[in-house]
């Protein structure tokens, strides 16, 4: 199988990245930040929310193909970014770390990682504290700004001061 240059690349930075893969060994639900440190889309700003993700149907619009996710999910686990050794891909969401609802780069790297699905503050728990700030985020409650930081930060820092004990 003949890999693409950006498939080489990626796969290079996350193998001179692997003596800092331990995400998994503080808390599995919460990426790497050196390969996952979250990136905003330009066009989404404070000033085109509006326009933008306060739309219906927005995220669709801009969502990656799951041919694109899925490649960089399969790289992404052979590397070793991955949670105890499990490379089953249907164990793991390739998700956007900034969400795309509130302002996510959607096809960034450095804002994709294989989230594992099967632990206890896995990607469901994700999901309601995203759909909870894209509602704070349109009613005027929470800046932009605000919500992304609580995801690029630590989400799950995050899902406590929004939604609750976790």
């Known amino acids: 199988?003949?890999?693409?240059?950006?498939?080489?690349?990626?796969?290079?930075?996350?193998?001179?990245?692997?003596?800092?893969?331990?995400?998994?060994a503080q808390n599995p639900a919460l990426p790497n930040h050196a390969l996952t440190p979250g990136a905003t889309n330009p066009a989404v700003t404070q000033a085109t929310i509006r326009s933008t993700i306060c739309v219906v149907g927005y995220t669709k619009t801009i969502r990656p193909p799951a041919s694109y996710t899925n490649k960089l999910k399969r790289t992404q686990l052979d590397s070793g970014y991955n949670y105890q050794g499990d490379l089953?891909?249907?164990n793991y969401e390739e998700d956007h770390l900034i969400p795309l609802e509130i302002g996510g780069s959607a096809r960034s790297v450095a804002n994709l990682w294989p989230e594992p699905r099967r632990i206890?503050?896995?990607?469901?728990?994700?999901?309601?504290?995203?759909?909870?700030?894209?509602?704070?985020?349109?009613?005027?409650?929470?800046?932009?700004?605000?919500?992304?930081?609580?995801?690029a930060v630590n989400w799950i820092a995050g899902y406590k001061k929004y939604i609750g004990a976790v």
């Open 1 to 24: 199988m003949r890999r693409s240059r950006y498939e080489i690349t990626l796969a290079i930075a996350l193998s001179i990245a692997m003596p800092t893969l331990s995400q998994a």
């Open 88 to 90: 089953d891909m249907r």
């Open 120 to 151: 206890t503050q896995g990607a469901s728990m994700k999901d309601k504290l995203e759909n909870k700030l894209h509602l704070l985020i349109c009613s005027g409650q929470v800046t932009l700004k605000v919500a992304q930081q609580a995801f």
